[in-house]
């Protein structure tokens, strides 16, 4: 691969991203500086968000390139604590191409009151989930207890890996979500917040 | 009608669906790629978004022709499965130029609480829906259960049909609109979700 | 006066209006075709949106003049039914150069949950009504009756004018407010919404 | 320093300022002509909103100068009588550079339901503010009574001067809080009111 197919592969990821960040800002869903968002590039590098800054007012200096260990191609740059749990879905699926994790008020409050998932049932809007055809059905959203020490947060996920069509969600912190490409993870984030919404508001009115 | 005029036609409405999309999305109504939203031309050819994709951020080419019968005029054309509903209000009632199906939180959390119907009363805003002159009346927005074979849903939605002035209710799903105009039928689901957001907080004050 | 410096005058009230439609529809304020919004120019006339049509998308001929008697100066046009409640208020007090009419959800939850009135005291921002220098007062905001007869509906708001520093409820159908210019008015409308956002919240709380 | 250096710092911050505006009037927080914006300058003048007029649409003559006194350096100006607020914690740590006193209903609502303080615990959006590396932890948000006389207000806050790392907040009225560059201090404001919002949740569903 010559470095101008190169340079086009980062380009347009770096532009996923940036859009990525405006769309998720666009419903409060990377306050402060929360979030982090990521996309893997058909020749395998990943560009992920630079530690700390808006995720809703990214530019391009605002993505950085890490090894599936998590770490920073180019030395001085800093990812995110949280690259890890993106690395560890790269490596569990070579068809992912996009991860989002956002912050949203329902997946916070819901998943501080939960157990160890959130079900999701009987919703039209589950079937955009992956293998998901019918809303006659339930989607487990595992919920998983949160960890300053990332490595040892992967380690809980790492039994659910495969098994979370809805992606999951950390305890007081956001959810994560992926697909193939970046509209389709976007796609799947807005889905689980929405049922996250409603699932809210149900339990507001005593059901 | 020449083939001019024809072209003009299906501008129009593309740029009607595409900018009905916009307006939906901006209310989260189209979350994920949720929601369908079609136009009856004058010559009688119905425009109607393609299956999958954001309404929020529809190009020409996510809208496409179908048939009364709800297949797609142009072979390998895939129109959504609930076009049915479309179809099935346009040859109904000549009068009615567009349809609206958006998937708001109030709409799926209220038709899940629900019964066959959800009643709304003394709110001025009724006055936007067919017939209704005054605040002091009730209207009567009918519930359905959602189904996947949407043949069969269209059967369920036949006896309620020119009884519903403002739409109908898929439980757990979301609601359907119409009007002469697309202006009409936005106001109407503005309208409609306006007033389900008022039963939703209502609830939730014990009322 | 003349013609030169009358049509300005027409197009500095027009702008106002316009702008302030986009400005409550960007909160909700003016679903589907709700909502009016006026303007008494210096040399007297007043110009109000048109009946019918959406308020966060007006043209400059979405407005039209009325006389005091609320009704239209040119044969055909016609304005909103309410345009009598406008002219009430610019008759009563020479000073008021806007008037706003919005619905919100919480203007009609609230007023559908209350008696004879809203009372706001202890908030901060309550200092936006006029002749209110403390939050430590208490402001009541008249809810009126829903009534299709506006002439009969002026009636009864009339005995409470010159007493009403945050404007009036119409219960179930929204609120009005105005001010010296249009700016005045819209800050009473947010500051007026905004503390009846914290009712309805507060009474979620069960307080 | 010479007068054009001395222009463009006060440019930037005027920018600052503007921007700061309009992202609070995005998200409600800045209602009627509630909320004021300060940022100090390198050479240690500091810029603030002028008493009255829309944060959200600031024009540069809507940001004057004050000396830490509170007062105008130009006579005529006029600014909030919040200023002493801004310019104690200026006083009170050389690094600060930039405070925002906003209006959100969750503030209002929740701190006229709270004692001398709201305490944030478990979230992992804790970790914006100052000093927190863990959501494991609490985060102490003092509530203090409401008070138009500021002066007198100011030697309430006074002793918990170096001990808010989140800000803290006025009952009734809104959130004060800060940070050495805009940026920091408005994703601080960011983070403090997303908590907030969840906090509002929990409460509903009786948490």
Redesign the interface.
């Known amino acids: 691969m010559d470095q101008m197919t190169k340079t086009g592969l980062w380009v347009d990821a770096v532009q996923d991203i940036i859009a990525a960040g405006r769309r998720m800002d666009r419903?409060?869903w990377v306050?402060?500086?929360?979030g982090n968002i990521s996309r893997r590039l058909p020749d395998g590098r990943i560009a992920i968000t630079r530690s700390g800054g808006?995720k809703g007012f990214l530019a391009p200096d605002g993505v950085i390139e890490v090894g599936m260990d998590g770490r920073a191609v180019q030395p001085g740059d800093r990812p995110s604590a949280e690259t890890l749990l993106h690395c560890q879905l790269y490596a569990h699926d070579p068809a992912i191409g996009a991860v989002l994790h956002g912050?949203s008020?329902?997946s916070?409050?819901l998943s501080?009151?939960a157990g160890d998932a959130i079900t999701l049932s009987?919703?039209?809007?589950q079937k955009?989930f992956a293998g998901q055809?019918?809303?006659?059905a339930s989607v487990r959203v595992p919920v998983f207890d949160?960890d300053?020490d990332i490595a040892r947060l992967c380690t809980v996920v790492a039994p659910e890996l495969g098994r979370m069509p809805a992606g999951y969600v950390?305890?007081?912190?956001?959810v994560y979500v992926w697909g193939a490409t970046m509209?389709v993870a976007?796609?799947?984030l807005?889905?689980l917040?929405?049922l996250l919404?409603?699932e809210?508001?149900?339990?507001?009115?005593g059901?």
């Open positions: 419903f409060g306050p402060a500086t929360a808006h912050h008020v329902a916070t409050v501080m009151a009987d919703y039209e809007v955009v055809t019918t809303h006659d949160n300053q950390i305890r007081g912190h956001g509209d976007l796609a799947r807005e889905g917040e929405f919404a409603c809210l508001e149900k339990r507001k009115l059901r």
